[in-house]
């Protein structure tokens, strides 16, 4: 009666045990872990839910002694379904809303095609493993099973542990390779500023969608300004007017940008379902939070609490003087680079070109001092963040980036500051501009997409040529490969851990082999940092170098390309992250453009050019002038991001239908009210028999209304 | 059997018609309106609610042809607890928690000693009759009967139109006499600052115990900068730090007065029930809003609706311009007036005293002319906004204000910010800060609270002379009072309007009488208005007339009572508005204290006696100053206000936990979602007959990982 057919993969009574649904999580053991702890999270993994498990399926690779195990992970259709439940993920029901997934309710979610099968997009399959894996909690163990030392502290995540300790080597989604294509191939062929945003989003989740979201629009922003300054530049203005106009038309047009993109944004988030999430104390406790064990007043759940007070305390009498500490350094490195520069100039004058080879010195050693010094100091935020123990993820992310960001921004742009405000040479600062704009660029395309894949090829041709070599002469194996040690220390080493295998020709064993050398995709962070610091370049001192927007968006027409090719062929798949907005950057980038009001202003006002095109003013006049437009810009920008409201009408409108449809249906299971009850109520309150007015037959307010009635009617 | 006690007031099968709970409103009819129009609306207030009718009680004073009807208006306690469930009003719970009320829940909201009798405060019954009144809308009635040219449209308030055809003379709420007494009492007991806030907002409503608490909140923040200023004054403080010193420190104290504000009101509002009323479409349309009759795409009911960018085209096309205009006239107006001056004294240097006669004749004139602008602006912004059309009251009241605002800050300050950065004269600018400040409020007291007290009593002796004199000798009534005229003329001319009356004895009778001699008290406008302007004059020249804040003190100490005095033994019981803020006022305080920023900064460093104190700097060192100064102050501001959260944390806890628990309340009505349930559902999608898995009488799922564990043991 029942075929063996590809539905079958999913019912439990299968034909074979190493027949599972796709696989969606690779998990690569420590080749040293111990035993017990190996097989201690294998069986949470599958078991029960009420045991602390995440009931999804587990099957390992074939196992060779002296490698460490690698296991493949999985959900049934069914199973999945549930987790998407439990997570409240959001998807649109056929009325056009995005409500909370309901199974009860599913069929209001099928529709457009869509099957049990596909309601789930690859993004919402591997974000439901993953959370699922993510919630396999200490309860109460005490310790990790074979490692007495390595201590959990209750609801701590295994896995995270596992991580830490290196018991777990890597983890890491497997790609769908056909849905990989698809969405490859329509990204290629696509003009070049929309990318197929709804399939990244399906396929890549919600934070990687929403970068390339933002990158597209802040490119179609650019083309306004490239084409503004190409025609500056080709035409050679001189004027005052139109040379004001260029500059005060940039600070309005960056903030209408903000303005619109934040809109853009809402109605994105809305249509992906992330827009609202929980922000309140109903919203998850970030795993690693530390503090005693509590009941949350609000859910009632069992919740490790750390007092707000610490944390800010923490924060502001230590992180804050910490990175202010770190910046001051970074400023102080900065000047004595000039300072060093200076000098070497001045002997070049008196000793000749012997003084100047060494001119470009202070600079190199700049460069590489803050390189170095961005690397610990990426550390140190980290560890600054963790230790101000945050409780959600979002803050603790928010605070670990603006730390990184405020460092940042002082080390890409102190020193044009310093040339255009206390040097004052706007030639210099120009080419500064220039130099730092487009030499970065460059790096940062090489950097991102070329230098990994080059180095994998490489590297991938260089050990299959080893491996021939050896198989060819057996006698050179112990000089490459290290001496297998024994990999389970506990009596039985030979014998496999007890889990079903999967076949032997398996695709998903050589592909989760390919996939895992390459590099994982870690955040956006940098992507966005990317654009962050372009921003500044474009838009911080777009009044001397107006050609920095048309390098700006060529860079990003291909920085579209490149990051596409990055994600698809380059890079580990990434774990799906939520996001309803760029998070900290959109404050950055708000922030930027309020710096950009005022550096601007002042730039006008001190370019020798425009003072030139306008010889009648004195310099307090000049002063004064600086001040004028710039409270005008900043109170017009004010007013517009006062004005504009931050969720477009139709999103509004969708989230008020959703929160009247919950109220009244709230309303509906509190039960009707009914004036019955009401009276009678009042009756037994103030002793009246209540036969008195059950005779009747009505209720006391009609029965009022029907005498005054008959009153009135006599009346007449 | 039954009694004819207190309770029975409140049967229907009550002694006398004539007998009805205590009256909540006063409704005074025209004596000429037509008989129709009366009926109807009386018909209307009683009948039952799915006639459209407001089921409330209605007893005229007995009847004297010539004079207009009044009636008594009431209601039981059921049907006020209905109206108070159907308006969702807030109330606590013996939680804590701020929740809608809820009849069938009514055993959760009486505690701490509240009955069904006390459940509901002064104030909220008396918002109860109002909603009811203001609810009796036109259905299918065309126009006011009796009056064929006076048109409804569909869902108009009647009692809307009434008033504004003059039908109604006045409509007005009787005071609770031992409730008010209650409350006066305590009010004038407390020491100076703490008003029994609560207290008042249980018999005036939030709106005004908003006001009071608001005017507390800033006289005591006014001590702080009065102390200093009488130390500077006193100490005559001359050396620049600590002249700098005060002015930031009145700038930074005043953000953090209305950030804390902000945080205290959140709070109150949360305690009254007032917070997040709902702002979306949900909300309720303001009566008088135009517009063709369609169906809200969230609620689904039937209400006017007007396009969105009409409202808009007219706000920015016509008001904006429009205040604009009159913005220009006035600040010409000013500056003919300071011109006239000039003129004055030059003349004055040529003809002696004669010209020095009309020396003070532009201020004027001036004055005059400002104060009759200000009349016929105000009506303009009333037109103007009626004309915009707004969706909801809390945008109406908004816009209005917003124009209102706008012209009083150009009318009262734009004099001294001519003197100060204009004419640049310290000495003047102090002098005129002084006057105005003190005079001011020296008027505003007087016409506030004792001249309509002085002017009723009077009154009142008069007309109860002229009676005394009219009853000792009839002849002379012609001369006094006006021939009664017919009162109604549709041919039944001294048949009474058939509706039950009070008793001639009833004492409510008397007072009805008296209220409706006294002003009503129409909003809390003028009172807002009043504190703006202080706030500016205190806080916009502080730098240089430190010795406001300490008169301001002063005025606000007597302003508290006054403004109580007022309230509990002049004007009319006002009627409840509900608040969660005091609205456009916060943003008009906010901006004030910007502004503020920008003066004090700037008057710092034009000011003589600074820079004699530091002689060495340049005027362009001033400047730049300045700039640094404002915007250090400024970025120090927007750091605060970005930093403190708006909700005190208590009030986000609760807040959350009602989210939670009505989240909870739908999740559980929506059903618990069953794994068996997805199983089959499964099962009959892919075609596998249910039995198969009946027998078994396991879920999929647990048969799997039952299959697993028993592999697993297999294996072992």
């Not at 990994?452 to 050990?463: G, T």
């Not at 730039?603 to 306008?614: E, F, G, N, V």
Request: proline share 5%; with cysteine.
């Amino acid at each position: 009666m029942r075929t063996d057919s590809d539905d079958d993969r999913d019912s439990p009574e299968g034909p074979g045990a190493s027949h599972i649904p796709p696989t969606i999580y690779v998990i690569k053991f420590n080749r040293n872990a111990r035993r017990q702890a190996v097989e201690f999270l294998l069986e949470r993994i599958e078991s029960k839910q009420k045991f602390g498990g995440a009931e999804l399926f587990v099957r390992c690779e074939p196992q060779t002694p002296g490698e460490g195990l690698v296991v493949h992970v999985s959900a049934t259709k069914i199973k999945l379904l549930e987790i998407a439940e439990a997570t409240e993920l959001q998807k649109t029901t056929a009325e056009g809303l995005v409500q909370e997934l309901s199974v009860r309710e599913l069929d209001q979610f099928l529709h457009g095609g869509l099957t049990l099968e596909t309601i789930l997009t690859p993004a919402e399959r591997e974000y439901c493993v993953r959370h699922e894996l993510d919630g396999i909690v200490a309860r109460e163990e005490q310790c990790v099973p074979g490692y007495p030392s390595l201590h959990f502290f209750p609801g701590q995540s295994v896995v995270d542990v596992y991580l830490a300790e290196e018991l777990i080597v890597s983890m890491y989604p497997l790609h769908e390779r056909c849905y990989l294509d698809e969405v490859a191939s329509n990204w290629y062929k696509s003009i070049f500023l929309s990318a197929p945003l709804d399939k990244i989003r399906d396929y890549f989740g919600e934070s990687i969608a929403m970068y390339f979201s933002f990158l597209s629009f802040y490119t179609m922003l650019l083309l306004v300004p490239a084409i503004l300054g190409l025609a500056q530049m080709m035409l050679n203005i001189d004027s005052f007017s139109e040379y004001t106009f260029y500059a005060v038309f940039n600070l309005i047009w960056v903030t209408v940008f903000l303005e619109v993109w934040k809109r853009h944004c809402c109605g994105l988030a809305y249509r992906w379902g992330t827009l609202e999430r929980d922000t309140g104390a109903g919203e998850m406790v970030r795993r690693n939070h530390r503090g005693e064990l509590r009941r949350n007043p609000v859910t009632n759940r069992l919740e490790p609490h750390y007092p707000q007070w610490k944390t800010r305390a923490k924060l502001y009498l230590v992180s804050v003087p910490s990175v202010g500490l770190c910046v001051m350094a970074a400023l102080y490195l900065m000047m004595m680079a000039f300072w060093a520069e200076e000098h070497i100039i001045d002997w070049k004058k008196h000793y000749g070109s012997i003084a100047g080879f060494f001119l470009n010195v202070p600079s190199a050693v700049y460069a590489a001092v803050v390189w170095l010094l961005n690397f610990y100091y990426r550390k140190l935020a980290a560890f600054l963040t963790e230790w101000e123990n945050h409780r959600t993820q979002r803050d603790h992310d928010w605070h670990r980036m603006a730390k990184l960001v405020v460092f940042e921004f002082v080390n890409n742009f102190s020193s044009l500051f310093y040339i255009a405000f206390y040097i004052q040479d706007m030639d210099m600062l120009c080419s500064q501009v220039a130099t730092m704009l487009i030499v970065t660029q460059m790096i940062n395309h090489f950097q991102e997409a070329l230098l990994p894949l080059v180095v994998r090829k490489a590297y991938n041709k260089f050990s299959s040529a080893v491996m021939e070599q050896l198989s060819q002469n057996p006698s050179l194996a112990p000089y490459v490969a290290p001496v297998p040690r024994p990999v389970y220390r506990d009596g039985v080493e030979a014998q496999p851990i007890p889990v079903l295998s999967l076949d032997h020709k398996d695709p998903r064993i050589q592909q989760a082999k390919e996939e895992g050398q390459m590099d994982p995709y870690t955040d956006t962070y940098d992507d966005y940092l990317e654009m962050f610091l372009q921003f500044g370049y474009v838009f911080l001192f777009s009044s001397v170098y107006p050609m920095a927007a048309f390098w700006a968006l060529l860079n990003n027409v291909l920085e579209l390309k490149t990051d596409a090719f990055k994600l698809c062929r380059v890079m580990q798949r990434p774990s799906v992250k939520k996001c309803s907005d760029i998070g900290v950057w959109q404050n950055c980038f708000e922030l930027l453009g309020c710096i950009a009001v005022a550096t601007n202003c002042a730039l006008l006002c001190m370019s020798p050019k425009l003072r030139r095109a306008a010889p009648g003013f004195s310099t307090i006049e000049w002063v004064l002038m600086f001040v004028v437009l710039e409270h005008l810009i900043l109170i017009g920008k004010m007013a517009l991001m006062w004005l504009v409201p931050d969720q477009p009408a139709w999103v509004r409108e969708a989230l008020d239908k959703i929160a009247y449809h919950s109220k009244m249906a709230l309303r509906s299971e509190r039960g009707k009210r009914t004036r019955r009850q009401l009276s009678r109520r009042f009756r037994s309150v103030h002793g009246v028999p209540r036969s008195g007015s059950r005779s009747r037959g009505t209720t006391p307010v009609a029965a009022t209304t029907a005498a005054n009635g008959s009153v009135r009617r006599r009346d007449y």
